[in-house]
Protein backbone atom coordinates (compact mmCIF):
# COMPACT_ATOMS: atom_id res chain seq x y z
CA UNK A 1 0.00 0.00 0.00
CA UNK A 2 2.27 2.25 0.87
CA UNK A 3 5.95 2.37 -0.46
CA UNK A 4 9.31 4.67 0.14
CA UNK A 5 11.81 4.39 -2.22
CA UNK A 6 15.40 5.71 -1.61
CA UNK A 7 18.11 7.16 -4.51
CA UNK A 8 21.09 9.03 -4.76
CA UNK A 9 23.40 6.44 -3.07
CA UNK A 10 26.80 5.61 -4.45
CA UNK A 11 30.46 5.97 -4.19
CA UNK A 12 32.56 9.16 -3.21
CA UNK A 13 35.85 10.15 -2.08
CA UNK A 14 36.41 11.38 1.26
CA UNK A 15 35.54 15.24 1.37
CA UNK A 16 32.91 14.84 -1.17
CA UNK A 17 28.81 15.41 -0.82
CA UNK A 18 25.89 13.55 -1.88
CA UNK A 19 22.38 13.95 -2.00
CA UNK A 20 19.82 11.14 -0.69
CA UNK A 21 16.41 11.39 -1.87
CA UNK A 22 13.15 9.33 -0.42
CA UNK A 23 10.20 9.27 -2.15
CA UNK A 24 6.54 7.80 -0.62
CA UNK A 25 3.93 6.73 -2.59
CA UNK A 26 0.67 4.89 -1.90
CA UNK A 27 -2.65 5.63 -0.51
CA UNK A 28 -1.10 8.41 1.75
CA UNK A 29 -3.28 11.02 3.69
CA UNK A 30 -0.31 12.75 5.99
CA UNK A 31 3.29 12.15 6.13
CA UNK A 32 4.15 12.59 9.72
CA UNK A 33 7.81 12.81 11.26
CA UNK A 34 10.26 11.67 8.63
CA UNK A 35 13.67 10.27 9.08
CA UNK A 36 16.79 8.83 7.95
CA UNK A 37 18.96 5.99 9.49
CA UNK A 38 22.09 4.52 8.20
CA UNK A 39 23.46 0.68 9.05
CA UNK A 40 27.31 0.02 8.29
CA UNK A 41 28.75 -3.23 8.82
CA UNK A 42 29.39 -4.73 12.51
CA UNK A 43 27.17 -1.58 13.88
CA UNK A 44 23.55 -1.21 14.98
CA UNK A 45 20.98 1.08 12.96
CA UNK A 46 21.59 4.62 13.74
CA UNK A 47 19.50 7.70 13.65
CA UNK A 48 21.19 9.84 11.38
CA UNK A 49 18.54 13.11 11.41
CA UNK A 50 15.18 13.35 11.83
CA UNK A 51 12.33 15.92 10.97
CA UNK A 52 8.98 16.76 11.75
CA UNK A 53 5.81 17.63 9.97
CA UNK A 54 6.76 21.74 10.92
CA UNK A 55 10.48 21.40 9.84
CA UNK A 56 11.81 21.20 12.84
CA UNK A 57 15.20 18.73 13.16
CA UNK A 58 17.43 16.88 14.20
CA UNK A 59 20.80 15.26 13.58
CA UNK A 60 23.17 12.57 15.28
CA UNK A 61 26.25 14.19 16.96
CA UNK A 62 28.22 12.50 14.34
CA UNK A 63 26.90 14.34 11.55
CA UNK A 64 25.65 17.95 12.60
CA UNK A 65 27.29 20.26 10.74
CA UNK A 66 28.09 18.87 7.57
CA UNK A 67 24.70 16.25 7.11
CA UNK A 68 20.95 18.34 5.78
CA UNK A 69 17.72 16.89 6.78
CA UNK A 70 14.94 18.90 4.47
CA UNK A 71 11.03 17.98 3.03
CA UNK A 72 8.87 18.59 0.50
CA UNK A 73 5.51 18.25 1.83
CA UNK A 74 3.97 18.60 -1.63
CA UNK A 75 6.00 16.05 -3.56
CA UNK A 76 5.56 13.69 -0.41
CA UNK A 77 9.93 13.70 -0.48
CA UNK A 78 12.42 13.92 2.25
CA UNK A 79 16.27 14.61 1.27
CA UNK A 80 19.52 14.30 2.96
CA UNK A 81 22.31 17.05 1.58
CA UNK A 82 25.15 15.18 2.63
CA UNK A 83 28.76 17.47 2.73
CA UNK A 84 32.31 16.96 3.79
CA UNK A 85 31.54 12.63 3.53
CA UNK A 86 34.07 10.53 5.77
CA UNK A 87 34.83 6.59 5.57
CA UNK A 88 33.04 6.32 8.38
CA UNK A 89 30.00 7.32 6.76
CA UNK A 90 29.88 4.56 4.77
CA UNK A 91 26.82 2.49 5.17
CA UNK A 92 23.47 1.50 3.97
CA UNK A 93 20.93 4.60 4.42
CA UNK A 94 17.19 4.12 4.89
CA UNK A 95 14.54 6.51 4.52
CA UNK A 96 11.86 6.17 7.40
CA UNK A 97 8.08 8.20 7.82
CA UNK A 98 5.14 7.87 9.94
CA UNK A 99 2.55 7.27 7.51
CA UNK A 100 -1.32 7.77 7.92
CA UNK A 101 -3.64 6.53 5.97
CA UNK A 102 -7.68 6.71 5.53
CA UNK A 103 -10.66 3.65 5.14
CA UNK A 104 -9.08 1.97 6.68
CA UNK A 105 -7.69 4.63 9.20
CA UNK A 106 -3.78 3.22 10.19
CA UNK A 107 -0.98 5.17 11.38
CA UNK A 108 2.17 3.21 10.77
CA UNK A 109 5.86 3.26 10.58
CA UNK A 110 7.28 2.61 6.83
CA UNK A 111 10.59 1.88 5.66
CA UNK A 112 12.56 2.60 2.47
CA UNK A 113 14.76 -0.78 1.09
CA UNK A 114 18.11 1.09 1.47
CA UNK A 115 20.70 2.87 -0.55
CA UNK A 116 24.31 1.87 -0.43
CA UNK A 117 26.78 5.19 0.51
CA UNK A 118 30.48 4.24 0.04
CA UNK A 119 33.27 7.02 1.31
CA UNK A 120 36.62 6.19 0.05
CA UNK A 121 39.69 7.54 1.97
Known amino acids: QVQLVESGGGLVQAGGSLRLSCAAS????????MAWYRQAPGNSRELVAR???????NYADSVKGRFTISRDNAKRMVYLQMNSLKPEDTAVYYC???????????????WGQGTQVTVSS
Open 26 to 33: GSIVRLNT
Open 51 to 57: ITVDGSS
Open 96 to 110: NAEVVTMNPYTRRDS
